[in-house]
């Protein structure tokens, strides 16, 4: 919650949520299909909605039509059903792999890699003010490396 003190000055304070539901999914997989090469993923859905938010916060500007109201007690807050809370992205997966090779006559083996991630757009804004929203967005990721082997004798 949001409010402006007398001397212009912009306060902020926490609001404790009513009621919130969460339903989600998570799957992690990992496979070795030939001896040198590891596969793995995992995937995540989320499904989290605010059931019950009385006099939430409305973000700058809202309007009735956006889903904020003013109560005949003139308290400015959300419709109370349906919000995502913020900080929530409702889908994540990656993928990745990676091939070890050892390298004969070498002190050494290499092994390259990769990995990709994906997430949803997510809301900062407990008021799901639309201008805190980052787009979805995925980082790729290769690795092309070397482990030290160490060989002791006796």
Do not use: W
Not at 57 to 62: E, G, V
């Amino acid at each position: 919650m949001t409010s402006t003190l007398p001397d212009g000055t912009f306060l902020t304070y926490l609001n404790s949520v009513g009621h919130l539901r969460t339903r989600g999914v998570e799957i992690d997989a990992s496979a070795k299909p030939v001896p040198n090469l590891t596969l793995n993923g995992s995937f995540a859905y989320t499904d989290a909605t605010v059931a019950e938010f009385p006099n939430g916060p409305c973000y700058p500007n809202q309007t009735i039509d956006q889903g904020c109201y003013v109560d005949q007690h003139k308290q400015q807050g959300t419709k109370p059903r349906g919000k995502a809370p913020e900080q929530r992205s409702k889908v994540k997966f990656n993928i990745g792999g990676e091939y070890d090779q050892p390298l004969p006559g070498m002190p050494f083996s290499g092994f390259v890699g990769f990995t990709y991630v994906h997430q949803s757009a997510v809301n900062f804004a407990l008021s799901n003010d639309p201008r805190t929203v980052q787009p979805a967005y995925g980082i790729a990721d290769f690795t092309l490396a070397s482990t030290t082997i160490t060989i002791t004798t006796r």
